[in-house]
Nanobody, 111 residues
Framework: QVQLVEPGGGLVQPGESLRLSCAVS????????LAWYRRPPGQQREWVAG???????NYADSVKGRFTISRDNASNTLDLQMNSLKPDDTAVYYC?????WGQGTQVTVSS
């Protein structure tokens, strides 16, 4: 059973940066698609960013230019670098690998 674990959320102020790192219990090359999703308060879960096995990346319009998704093959982690954070980025963030999901981590952006 593949496991994905996302420690590392927290409270930051608008304009600050935060890096999420999802630990994957299998080689990141095993997955066709690794992705980050989020669920803002009172809303449905939405896609944030994804990286294909080929290395191709794609982003939701709301985070394009501010967030960067990457994978580390040596440590089997999926990372999300979040810069210029806004209050609208407040959400529970989930990492996923094909059909497998992490448990989620809270990110709060507030002054």
């Amino acid at each position: 059973q593949v496991q994905l674990v996302e420690p590392g959320g927290g409270l930051v102020q608008p304009g600050e940066s935060l890096r999420l790192s999802c630990a994957v219990s299998a080689s990141v090359f095993n997955f066709n698609l690794l992705a980050w999703y989020r669920r803002p308060p009172g809303q449905q879960r939405e896609w944030v960013a994804g990286i294909l096995r080929s290395g191709y990346t794609n982003y939701a319009d709301s985070v394009k230019g501010r967030f960067t998704i990457s994978r580390d093959n040596a440590s089997n982690t999926l990372d999300l670098q979040m810069n210029s954070l806004k209050p609208d980025d407040t959400a529970v963030y989930y990492c996923s690998g094909d059909d497998f999901w992490g448990q989620g981590t809270q990110v709060t952006v507030s002054s």
